[in-house]
């Protein structure tokens, strides 16, 4: 029989009430998951999860402050055959679980990522999103996949892998994903490529079946923090192109920036006057945003991410 441990990663207590929302969902799923709970360098909010959760094991990240190295802790901490990652403001549906250990009975299938449906403010609503963009908010975007099928890589917010093959890749690489709320990306993507790349014929599944619900704080509904995560973004590609390859790194981007990204606005601007202006503005300083930070990441990364980043990626995970 399959087992499985279910890893949620919090930093902030600002986050408490999701926090609780998505460590109570994945204790509902059905198959009755390991939980680990991982809390990154935030000495009072571990004290107040471990009280709220003794039943669980709630531990401190042990490794580098940031998203990679708690994911790596909860990877650690467990001898499960498979572990999921749920964000800590990510609320899992009840068969969340169960479509993705359907995916993994392939022995091809080494990972699979689900759907994460953004559950927006009520007092702005999607503000400038469009649906092509909502990547930006962490949430599935116009573009994927709208059945099951593989994929380069999959959304952090819902993801489950087999163990021995996030070991195999060496774990999540720090350096080049969130650390607290700057917008830094593309650890799992770079994860999944690394897979890819160490064992041949691994396939990385996409299934929209298992689904979360993703909540949206007002903060980031905002054309303030779309051009930022946007400018990150490229900072963060830039890092995963001198890692893995430029091949590797953009394959999907260039489909995305080609034809996913002018088809809608396009569409936009059609619409100018009933909202469409608004929204293709957002297009336009994302990509541009995105294109300035990718720059900057290859022109100064030696400088402002790489060196840390790979100080980082020599130590190796930890394992029982």
Known sequence: MTTVAV????????????????????????????????????????????????????????????????RNTGVALTEADVVAFLDDDATADEDWLSHMLVALEDPDVVGVGGRATPSWPDATGAGPYTDELLWIVGCSYRG???????????????????????????GFRSGIGRVGNQPLGCEETEMCIRIAQARPGARIRHEPRSNVSHRVSPDRVTMRYLRRRSYYEGISKAVLSRRVGTGDSLSSEQTYLTKVLPGALLRELRRVGRGGGRHAVAIVVSVASTVTGYAVGRLLGSVVVTAPAERAARRPVVTR
């Open 7 to 70: 890893v949620i990663c919090a930093y902030t207590q600002q986050r408490w009430g999701d926090l609780q929302d998505s460590v109570e969902s994945a204790k509902r799923q059905p198959e009755a998951p390991e939980v680990v709970v991982v809390i990154d360098h935030e000495p009072e909010l571990l004290a107040r999860a471990a009280a709220r959760w003794p039943e669980l094991r709630v531990v401190e990240n042990t490794e580098d402050r940031g998203l990679s190295g708690a």
């Open 144 to 170: 994927l996949p709208e059945t099951a099928g593989d994929v380069r890589n999959v959304i952090g917010s819902s993801m489950a892998f087999r163990r021995e093959a996030i070991l195999l890749a060496g």
